[in-house]
Structures are given as structure tokens and as C-alpha cells.
């Protein structure tokens, strides 16, 4: 029987509560991982490995979080994504809601994209 | 050979597991103060916990970085969990088991078991559980201007690598 939607979540879930020390209340769809549960740069390898582990598959951490797109001079200008950037970043990462990082396109900001939801969506392209 | 918290490797299996020993002693400075005497209580030497978790650190970090050859930067980046069930005193043989939960080239999570045969008594028992996050850091992105050379395998590490047997 296929994995349902419920079951993604919840191993999400429980894969961000271990890595990141945080309740299960606190981990909502929406929540951002680094502004709302803390997250730093190592957390993102923890965060990699266990949702491999709990989903068994495969995850290049630069798929999940292309943190290279940032210190790339081809996309980033002063400061911001370029639209070369922002193409760049909307084919790498289909799962993600770019259109509210479109406004500002900082890249301080960048980190703000990374939602629960934006992972269990993730997930499921790998699933599929 | 300072800051060698592990005296000798026993096992280590390519990528897999690694076994090393260390035997607590009284003429270790750090005991001295840990903890001294005091007006109402007499000295109380117990090895402190954050030095076991660094003997778990070298001995899951030998495990990493003999499993690509020492040629990454393996460094520690994240305790995932480190619990206690017994204290450590002089005397006292610990034994650690570190095991490869994944490696990848950013870096590697290691699960491990600290075991305690107390001073006198024939069995080891389970004492604390320490999981560990390392960082490949060459791989992973850094700011940082790093040095060439492996700086992290440095003579200490392979001088107990060569006494275990492991290294030339």
C-alpha cells in the first residue's frame, strides 16, 4: 500500500523534532525551519540524513537546500537573486513556494523559503 | 600527545565500527579539580562527561576519516544526543563503540555506545549513548581560508593509530 500524505507529514515531522530539538506542536506546515524552529547550516545535513533514513531513499543535500545558487556570481548581484537566479532557483527547486521570496529576493531571506511544507513537497517528488 | 582522550584502538572495520579503550586515571590533572575537596566534602574525582564525548568524538572521527583515508578535513559539527547513566572514576576501563550511520561526501553521522568496567569488576556495563554529526569541511561550503594540510589528522591521532597497529 502507498505511503499517504499523513504518513509523510508525520515522518517530517518527527524527522525535524529529532534533528532540531523541537516539539511536534511547533512543527506546522507552514513553520520555517530556520526563522521558526532554529535551524542552522549543520542542522541541514542532520535534517538530510534522517529524512534518508526514515524514507529510505537517496538526497544530494544540494537538491534539498542549494545553498550553492547563493554564492554563485552568476545569480546573485549586491545582495539579491538575479532572474537568472530566480529561473535557476525555480528549476531546482519545484517543490518550494518561491513567489513570496520573488518580492524581495535577498538573500539573507533566502532561508525563509525552506517551509515543512516545502520538505513533505520535496518528499513526495522523490516518492513519485 | 596532549588531548588524546582515547589510550588505544582495538578494532576498527573500513566505514563500519571502531572499538578504543581508555583507562581512567587519577594522575589526570583534570580529575584534580573535578571535583577538588571542600570544607564540608572531600575531593570527589569523576571524569567529566564532555571529555568522554570527546573520546567518542576521536574515535568516531578516526572511523570517518579512515574510511575515505584521511584525506577529508573530518571535523565535529553536532552532538545529536549524548546521555549518561553512570560517572566515571579513577580506575575505571571505557570502552567506546562507534558505528557509521551514513557517510557522504559533506560529511557523516555516527551512532555510539560508552561502556564502563568499573574499577575491580570483570564486566562492562553500558554507560552512556553518544550520537554524533561530522562535517567534511574542504566539501562543505566554507568562508573560511583553510590550510592545505590535513590539519585535523595530526601527529597525536596517527601516533595512536600506529601504536594500535592501524596506521604505518
Known amino acids: 500500500m502507498a505511503i499517504t500524505q499523513e504518513e509523510v507529514f508525520g515522518k517530517v515531522q518527527e524527522a525535524l523534532v ?9 512543527v506546522t506546515s507552514e513553520a520555517k525551519l530556520v526563522a521558526d524552529l532554529g535551524a542552522e547550516s549543520i542542522d541541514f545535513l542532520d535534517i538530510v540524513f534522517r529524512l534518508e533514513k526514515a524514507f529510505g ?72 | 600527545m596532549r588531548w588524546m582522550w582515547i589510550d588505544r584502538i582495538l578494532e576498527l572495520d573500513r566505514a563500519k565500527r571502531c572499538v578504543a579503550i581508555k583507562n581512567v586515571s587519577l594522575a589526570e590533572e583534570v580529575l584534580h579539580d573535578h571535583f577538588p575537596a571542600t570544607a564540608d566534602q572531600p575531593a570527589c574525582p569523576v571524569m567529566p562527561n564532555p571529555l568522554i564525548i570527546e573520546g567518542m568524538a576521536q574515535t568516531a572521527g578516526i572511523l570517518v576519516g579512515h574510511a575515505n583515508d584521511f584525506q577529508e578535513k573530518v571535523i565535529l559539527a553536532k552532538i545529536a544526543k549524548a546521555e549518561f547513566h553512570a560517572a566515571a572514576r579513577p580506575g575505571d576501563q571505557l570502552r567506546f563503540t562507534a558505528t557509521v550511520s551514513r557517510i557522504d561526501p559533506a560529511g557523516a553521522a555516527t551512532e555510539g555506545v560508552v561502556e564502563r568496567r568499573a574499577a575491580g569488576q570483570s564486566d562492562f556495563l553500558p554507560m552512556a549513548q553518544i550520537d554524533l554529526l561530522f562535517s567534511h569541511l574542504d566539501q562543505s561550503r566554507s568562508d573560511l581560508d583553510l590550510p592545505e594540510h590535513n590539519f585535523v589528522f595530526s601527529s597525536n591521532l596517527m601516533t595512536l593509530l600506529q601504536q594500535s597497529g592501524i596506521a604505518e
Not at chain 1, 517543490?95 to 532561508?111: K, T
Request: negative net charge; hydrophobic residues 40%; aromatic residues 8%.
Open chain 1, 18 to 26: 529529532d534533528a532540531l530539538g523541537v516539539d511536534d506542536d511547533e
Open chain 1, 57 to 128: 531513499i537517496k538526497i544530494d543535500q544540494n537538491e534539498l537546500f542549494p545553498e550553492s545558487v547563493l554564492s554563485d556570481p552568476q545569480y546573485v548581484a549586491d545582495g539579491k537573486v538575479t532572474d537568472n537566479g530566480m529561473a535557476e532557483l525555480r528549476r531546482r527547486l519545484p517543490h518550494a513556494n518561491l513567489e513570496a521570496f520573488d518580492q524581495s529576493r535577498a538573500v539573507s531571506e533566502f532561508a525563509d523559503v525552506f517551509t515543512v511544507d516545502a520538505i513533505v513537497k520535496f518528499i513526495n517528488t522523490k516518492l513519485a
